[in-house]
C-alpha cells in the first residue's frame, strides 16, 4: 500500500511539474536525490514549488551520479544544485557532492541540500560543504529565495 500510495502522488506531481512551463529568465536550479538515495517525493515536490515561483527547474531524479555532478555543473552552469537525502548512505554520499561543487570553476552553483534524516540527525548537516535548507518546504523556498537574491547581488558587484 505504501508503494502504490508513493507512485500514485508521484505521477501526480510529476505531471503538475512538467505541465507547468519553466520562467527562461528564473535563476537555473538543479535539484534531484543524492547518489544511492531512491526517495524523490520530497524533493521533486519542492521542485514543482521551484517552478511555481518563476525558476528554471533541471530535476534530475533520483539517485544522481556524483560522477555527474562536475560535468553538469559545467554544461549547464546552475545557480543553484540542490539534492535530497533521506537514508544514511545518501546523507554520507552529500559530502563528496559538497567537496565536488567546491572545486568547480566560478562562478560554482549555491550548493543546497535537505531531507529527513538531516532532521532527525541534525548533526550531519555540519559535515556537508554546503547550505542547509531547513526542516519544511516553507523554510526551504525562503532559504533558496534569500540565497538566489545574494548570489545575483553579489555577481552583479563583480561584473561592475
Same mark, same amino acid.
Given at each position: 500500500?505504501?508503494?502504490?500510495?508513493?507512485?500514485?502522488?508521484?505521477?501526480?506531481?510529476?505531471?503538475?511539474?512538467?505541465?507547468?512551463?519553466?520562467?527562461?529568465?528564473?535563476?537555473?536550479?538543479?535539484?534531484?536525490?543524492?547518489?544511492?538515495?531512491?526517495?524523490?517525493? &520530497?524533493?521533486?515536490?519542492?521542485?514543482?514549488?521551484?517552478?511555481?515561483?518563476?525558476?528554471?527547474?533541471?530535476?534530475?531524479?533520483?539517485?544522481?551520479?556524483?560522477?555527474?555532478?562536475?560535468?553538469?555543473?559545467?554544461?549547464?552552469?546552475?545557480?543553484?544544485?540542490?539534492?535530497?537525502?533521506?537514508?544514511?548512505?545518501?546523507?554520507?554520499?552529500?559530502?563528496?557532492?559538497?567537496?565536488?561543487?567546491?572545486?568547480?570553476?566560478?562562478?560554482?552553483?549555491?550548493?543546497?541540500? &535537505?531531507?529527513?534524516?538531516?532532521?532527525?540527525?541534525?548533526?550531519?548537516?555540519?559535515?556537508?560543504?554546503?547550505?542547509?535548507?531547513?526542516?519544511?518546504?516553507?523554510?526551504?523556498?525562503?532559504?533558496?529565495?534569500?540565497?538566489?537574491?545574494?548570489?545575483?547581488?553579489?555577481?552583479? &558587484?563583480?561584473?561592475?
Amino acid at each position: 500500500a505504501e508503494h502504490f500510495s508513493t507512485g500514485f502522488v508521484k505521477s501526480k506531481i510529476t505531471t503538475l511539474f512538467n505541465s507547468y512551463p519553466d520562467n527562461p529568465d528564473g535563476a537555473v536550479i538543479i535539484t534531484g536525490c543524492a547518489q544511492n538515495e531512491p526517495h524523490e517525493t &520530497g524533493i521533486l515536490l519542492l521542485s514543482l514549488f521551484l517552478r511555481w515561483r518563476g525558476h528554471r527547474v533541471i530535476y534530475l531524479g533520483a539517485n544522481v551520479p556524483n560522477s555527474t555532478i562536475p560535468d553538469a555543473i559545467r554544461d549547464v552552469k546552475p545557480d543553484m544544485l540542490c539534492l535530497s537525502a533521506t537514508l544514511e548512505e545518501g546523507a554520507n554520499n552529500l559530502v563528496e557532492t559538497g567537496e565536488l561543487v567546491a572545486q568547480a570553476d566560478d562562478p560554482k552553483p549555491i550548493f543546497v541540500f &535537505g531531507g529527513l534524516i538531516f532532521i532527525f540527525e541534525p548533526e550531519r548537516r555540519e559535515t556537508i560543504q554546503g547550505n542547509y535548507l531547513g526542516d519544511d518546504p516553507q523554510t526551504a523556498i525562503e532559504n533558496i529565495e534569500k540565497m538566489l537574491v545574494e548570489r545575483r547581488q553579489m555577481l552583479q &558587484g563583480q561584473t561592475r
